[in-house]
């Protein structure tokens, strides 16, 4: 797993958190709840990427 991967995660939680606490603070609560779940479904696409290749590497690795 590269590096990079974890900084795009960070990345994206700061930004969520910094536009979740914005809109909270404007009194829009729902966007706000909108922001956080995008950015939750961003991160899984990621991770179900990254664990797709990690399963591929594995299946080349055994021969399956």
């Known amino acids: 797993m590269d ?3 974890i900084f795009k995660i960070a ?3 700061i930004l969520v ?4 606490q914005l809109l ?4 829009r609560e729902e966007q706000g709840m909108m922001v956080v ?3 939750l479904v961003v991160v899984l696409m ?3 990427q990254e664990i797709s290749a990690l ?3 594995i ?3 055994f021969h399956f």
């Open 3 to 5: 590096v990079d991967l």
């Open 11 to 13: 990345a994206i939680g």
């Open 17 to 20: 958190a910094v536009l979740n």
């Open 24 to 27: 909270i603070r404007s009194g």
């Open 37 to 39: 779940l995008a950015g």
């Open 46 to 48: 990621m991770m179900v």
């Open 55 to 57: 399963f591929d590497l």
């Open 59 to 61: 299946k080349t690795l």
